[in-house]
């Protein structure tokens, strides 16, 4: 019933930028905070950003100053804008959002591939 669909994922060159997308459905998005995770071959799940219902972002030390994430809660979306990406920033991005019981839901991920 929770659907997340991340988007704006793709090959860049270092110094480029991209942004993702997540469009959710399924949750009433304007009451829930919404996190962008990334995970990269072999290694784990890491939390990149996330955004509270308030508007309030915090971001992973690694991302700072680089990327900044929003919602738009009439649109059902949150974005991931990634500037000065390293290719440190490769991996799968996924849209993340945890219900009232704290179950996680996760999108299918949007691959970014910053290669020189």
């Known amino acids: 019933q929770v659907q997340l669909v991340e988007s704006g994922g793709g090959l860049v060159q270092p110094g480029g930028s991209l942004r993702l997308s997540c469009a959710a459905s399924g949750i009433i998005f304007s009451m829930r905070p919404m996190n962008w995770y990334r995970q990269a071959p072999g290694k784990q799940r890491i939390l990149v950003a996330t955004?509270?219902?308030?508007?309030?972002?915090t971001y992973a030390d690694s991302v700072k100053g680089r990327f900044t994430v929003s919602r738009d809660n009439v649109q059902n979306t949150v974005y991931l804008q990634m500037n000065s990406l390293k290719p440190e920033d490769t991996a799968v991005y996924y849209c993340?959002?945890?219900?009232?019981?704290?179950?996680?839901?996760w999108g299918s991920g949007t691959q970014v591939t910053v290669f020189s």
């Open positions: 955004i509270t219902t308030g508007g309030t972002t």
């Open positions: 993340n959002v945890r219900d009232g019981l704290a179950r996680n839901y």
